[in-house]
């Protein structure tokens, strides 16, 4: 069965402060995406990886930082994080690139104060 | 920047009602199209996929793809409460990775 598991369902953060969302899948697929969801505006792709160590920028890759150091693990990084980057944050894995399935992990609400 | 457009809704609808979601696409590469639920607080589930013209059938649910008018829908026959969700309308990226969504339609079906 497809799974993708998310470190955390809801975080809380200060402004500031180095914030790491990891994701994980188990399915041995090769992409694997991070988005932001928000009210009015949707889904975000933030950044994408196509392979372990490749990484490509998405539509708003700003203020974040990914790292993909193993296969099954794509973590997202908040360097320094904000007030305006309190979101849902959904991590999604696919087989393979185009014509393919994404499957989305459960997804972190993260508030920064 | 590639758009995907959705009717934000809400699109109410009776039980056991047929339910109309639509969605357009600007790019005209575009070769793969996927409707996502998505109920509140929760994360997007795949319903369908369709990557050729005309209808597909699973269940309740009909995609039906259009790619001279730019154009996929998605059907729901027989609509139940626990219908009520936001669908969301993806579609391939040139960058041959990604997807790009539509904001979502939130459909309410009344008992």
């Known amino acids: 069965d497809v799974k993708v598991t998310q470190s955390s369902r809801y975080l809380v953060k200060r402004t500031g402060e180095k914030v790491f969302l990891e994701c994980v899948q188990d399915m041995d697929h090769e992409n694997m995406f991070w988005y932001r969801q928000d009210p009015g505006l949707g889904l975000r792709l933030i950044y994408f990886?196509?392979?372990?160590?490749?990484?490509e920028k998405g539509d708003i890759p700003e203020g974040y930082s990914v790292s993909r150091e193993k296969k099954e693990r794509f973590s997202l990084i908040l360097e320094s994080a904000s007030t305006n980057q309190t979101s849902m944050y959904l991590c999604?894995?696919?087989?393979?690139?185009?014509?393919?399935?994404?499957?989305f992990g459960p997804g972190t609400r993260l508030l920064v104060l | 920047q590639k758009e995907v457009e959705q009717n934000s809704g809400p699109l109410s609808v009776p039980e056991g009602a047929i339910a109309s979601l639509n969605c357009t696409y600007s790019?005209?590469?575009?070769?793969?199209f996927f409707w996502y639920r998505q109920y509140s607080g929760k994360s997007p589930e795949l319903i369908m996929s369709?990557?050729?013209?005309g209808d597909k059938e699973d269940g309740r649910f009909t995609a039906q793809l259009n790619k001279a008018s730019q154009y996929v829908s998605l059907l729901i026959r027989d609509s139940q409460p626990s219908d009520s969700a936001t669908y969301l309308c993806a579609v391939n990226s040139n960058s041959g990775y990604a997807l790009n969504f539509g904001k979502g339609t939130s459909l309410l079906v009344t008992p």
């Open positions: 369709i990557y050729s013209n």
């Open positions: 990886s196509y392979d372990v160590k490749m990484k």
């Open positions: 790019d005209r590469g575009s070769q793969s």
């Open positions: 999604a894995s696919s087989l393979l690139p185009q014509s393919e399935t994404q499957y």
